[in-house]
């Protein structure tokens, strides 16, 4: 089997909610299937679908642990592009798909 990952930010913007791709990862899909925080939610019999919602330092947390640190100590760059998409998100959906 085989997972993708979705990352989506939510954010309170005046009397509704509005949804941004966060272009990043919070982890290993593979692995993640089996985190309590995940549940699946697979619609009928055939590809697996889990989702989790996350508190934006939740996500930011996984995905510190999960993206590569170099030599000098710095994040990759596409780390540091997903805490920014972070900024004023209120939470964060995830949903990995059996592809």
């Known amino acids: 089997m085989s997972f993708t990952m ?14 941004f791709d966060a272009g990043g990862l919070v ?3 593979n ?5 309590p925080r995940f549940r ?4 009928h019999q055939g590809y697996l679908d889990y989702v ?5 330092s939740e996500a930011t947390e ?14 990759d760059e ?3 592009a997903f805490v920014k998409s972070m900024s004023g998100m209120s939470f964060v959906f995830v949903h990995i798909h059996e592809i």
């Open 6 to 19: 979705n990352v989506t930010g939510i954010k309170w913007k005046g009397p509704h909610y509005t949804m």
């Open 27 to 29: 982890g290993d899909a």
């Open 31 to 35: 692995l993640l299937t089996s985190d």
């Open 40 to 43: 699946e939610v697979t619609p």
């Open 52 to 56: 989790a919602v996350l508190t934006v």
């Open 62 to 75: 996984m995905a510190r642990k999960f993206y590569k640190v170099d030599e000098g100590g710095k994040f």
């Open 78 to 80: 596409v780390y540091e």
